[in-house]
């Protein structure tokens, strides 16, 4: 029987975590260490809360690392001390030193969620959607210096439903990724694969989302207007300023479907109904449907409506 491939699993946020469950649960893994970023403040209360990797791997008795920086000299020791065969990594938030890339003998191999080379960096699930795609998936690719150019092991395609926010595509790429994770690497160690080379040409980039993007520009058509608000949900939220005359306050909008409804000023209300309030955009209408006012909880149009008066006309900006 072939010894378990020494590993050290990197990671942070949520989307590594079917990652690093698959990995244990692997005969052919035995997780040395995982590695994942320090606590941090989190939350409403701002509380010092260890990352959703950090509990996973408690929880499996697995050694925890958790550098500042991954370049700290002593890190990199440590990790050599644990001379691993592999480092498998998944939203772990840093770009790793050519000290760590080189430090196991099948090097860093990486859970990306898109099609490589399309969407490389940092928010590649909430781009695809903004930029209304109809499909994205998982790239498994081992890490060079670049950002996520590395070669291609395997790739797994998945389509983009009309209804997808970024949380429920991100739940089924994180479930996707660990599956092809562990499917990819008993091929790679046993060099039954050949790393593809990108084609930098067709790449394309993924940015972090700022919080001026989230502000919704109402000049867009319905449908790109449609899409940020499914990009951006759960995380920060699409939002507008509603103007009653007194004051302007924050509306978060978290559900709104193109409607056939007209108007000439975008961003003015249209029309409201029972359940929803039109508004007018730069092309089409937006049926909203669920929403936040500011210092509130997240409802549906119709309890809002009941705590909250609207006009025809009224502005969103």
């Not at 210092?295 to 969103?316: C, E, P, R, T, Y």
Request: net charge neutral.
């Amino acid at each position: 029987m072939v010894a378990p491939v020494r590993t050290i699993f990197m990671g942070t946020a949520a989307f590594a975590v079917p990652s690093l469950e698959a990995l244990f649960n692997s005969n052919f893994i035995d997780l040395v260490a995982v590695v994942t970023r320090p606590d941090r403040p989190a939350g409403r209360n701002l509380k010092v809360q260890p990352s959703a990797i950090k509990q996973v791997a408690l929880g499996f008795n697995i050694p925890v690392l958790q550098p500042e920086k991954a370049k700290d000299e002593i890190f990199i020791a440590q990790l050599a001390e644990l001379t691993p065969q592999l480092i498998v990594v998944a939203a772990y938030g840093q770009i790793l030193p050519t000290a760590i890339l080189n430090l196991a003998p099948y090097g860093c191999i990486n859970v990306h969620a898109s099609l490589l080379p399309k969407y490389r960096g940092a928010a590649p699930i909430q781009w695809a959607i903004i930029n209304g795609e109809l499909e994205t998936g998982i790239t498994i690719m081992k890490i060079d210096e670049g950002l996520d150019s590395g070669p291609i092991l395997t790739q797994k395609s998945i389509p983009i439903e009309p209804d997808d926010t970024a949380q429920t595509l991100h739940d089924k790429l994180a479930q996707m990724g660990s599956e092809l994770l562990v499917e990819t690497i008993p091929f790679y160690v046993h060099g039954n694969l050949t790393p593809r080379f990108q084609d930098d040409s067709q790449a394309t980039y993924a940015p972090k989302i700022t919080k001026e993007q989230t502000h919704i520009d109402w000049n867009l058509s319905a449908e790109a207007i449609a899409n940020r608000i499914r990009a951006f949900n759960p995380y920060p939220g699409a939002y507008g300023f509603l103007n009653d005359g007194k004051k302007s306050s924050m509306l978060k909008i978290w559900q709104a479907i193109p409607s056939n409804e007209t108007g000439t000023v975008p961003g003015s209300i249209i029309a409201i109904h029972k359940d929803s309030f039109i508004v007018c955009c730069g092309m089409g209408s937006l049926k909203i449907t669920v929403v936040q006012p500011e210092s509130g909880k997240v409802m549906n149009v119709v309890d809002f409506l009941a705590g909250h008066k609207l006009s025809v006309g009224q502005i969103l900006g």
